[in-house]
């Protein structure tokens, strides 16, 4: 097991040190998510139905954090059971490729092809060579403290990973509180969101054109941020110039995301059933196309509870794999992903 240096306390607090950032006030609260869902014209967006992959049976079963692996092959997570699995599209088999994953959530392949992993319960970041099988762990603490559980990550084309980590505290005398990290190919790792700014980040994503940093709010407590925010993307990756573009508030939030060439944003959002949170159903369940400037444009609907996130892939990257409650489904688009960053082999 291999791990990266962190960087200095001094460099942290440099790192850290964001001008007007006025996250909560940025815009006004919407109107309402349901009433956006009226003549939408979701065919120039989805051209099939909704399509099931694979069924995962299992003790306890939460599927999240689809990426595609060089051969196209989708590793995603059981959370619940700590296993990373992978579905294979040319034989339909489906495999555990880890079993003890620390409750693997998002998973990402970077431009080289090795699979990072934010480990909730471990509560770490870690990459693994698909060669070797050698896992090093990239982060798992901060400013001298254990980080919370991360949760999602993306990584922009300087090879920068940004990710997200979630407690449900919110002193930072206890330990690290809800925030976005972002990890330098040297290793080196600061802080660029954090409560009170953020309230419960999940999603996170760059732009196909690398210039904006999208990041999604999910906290289910009553007036807390329920919503989707950009911000501009730095030469040196920082960020800056923050506002909410949609807000999916009084309904649940969104929590997995991806983009297409065009720049637009597939949120994966929405429950079939209340929770015992303050989420109402106000947001319909499934995926929601959204413009770069907010708009929503088109509506897929899942069938069951908890649609978590999604990805592209397929040979064309016209295939979008949505991981949701027990199931691995797939919808073919009209428009299609990013071209893969990786270089295989």
Same mark, same amino acid.
């Given at each position: 097991m291999m791990k990266c240096s962190l960087i200095s306390r001094r460099e942290f607090l440099a790192a850290n040190a964001i001008t007007g950032m006025t996250l909560i006030? /940025? /815009?006004a609260r919407a109107a309402g998510i349901s009433e956006l869902y009226a003549g939408l014209k979701s065919d120039d967006f989805f051209t099939g139905p909704l399509k099931e992959e694979a069924k995962v049976v299992d003790q306890k079963v939460f599927t999240e954090g689809p990426a595609i692996a060089p051969d196209g092959?989708?590793?995603?997570?059981?959370a619940s059971a700590a296993k990373i699995l992978i579905w294979n599209p040319k034989s339909r088999e489906l495999s555990t490729y880890r079993e003890n994953s620390g409750e693997a959530n998002g998973l990402l392949f970077d431009h080289v092809g090795r699979l990072l992993a934010c480990e909730g319960k471990a509560g770490r970041v870690t990459r693994t060579d698909m060669k070797t099988g050698e896992i090093t762990v990239l982060v798992d603490k901060f400013g001298g403290h254990p980080l919370g559980a991360p949760n999602d990550l993306t990584i922009d084309a300087k090879g920068r990973i940004y990710f997200t980590s979630r407690l449900p505290n919110d002193d930072p005398k206890k330990n690290n509180v809800n925030s976005v990290y972002r990890i330098d190919p040297d290793c080196k790792v600061a802080r660029v969101l954090h409560e009170?700014?953020?309230h419960m980040p999940n +999603?996170?994503?760059v732009s /196909?054109? +690398?210039?904006t940093l999208y990041l999604i709010e999910s906290d289910g407590r009553e007036n807390r941020n329920r919503c989707l925010f950009a911000y501009?993307?730095?030469e040196d990756g920082s960020v800056t110039n923050t506002r909410r573009i949609i807000d999916f508030y009084p309904g649940r939030g969104g929590d997995g995301l991806c983009v297409d060439v065009f720049g637009n944003l597939y949120v994966a959002a929405g429950l079939h059933?209340?929770? +015992?949170t303050h989420e109402t159903l106000d947001t319909k369940p499934g995926i929601h196309v959204v413009s770069p400037s907010g708009k929503l444009l088109a509506y897929?609907?899942?069938p069951i509870d908890t649609l978590t996130n999604c990805t592209f892939g397929g040979e064309d990257r016209k295939t979008l794999f949505i991981t949701c409650g027990d199931r691995l489904l797939s919808v073919r688009t009209h428009q299609p992903g990013p071209k893969w960053p990786v270089t295989p082999g």
């Open positions: 006030a /940025s /815009s092959r989708v590793f995603f997570t059981n009170p700014d953020i +999603g996170v994503e /196909s054109d +690398g210039r501009d993307l730095k059933k209340t929770r +015992g897929l609907a899942t």
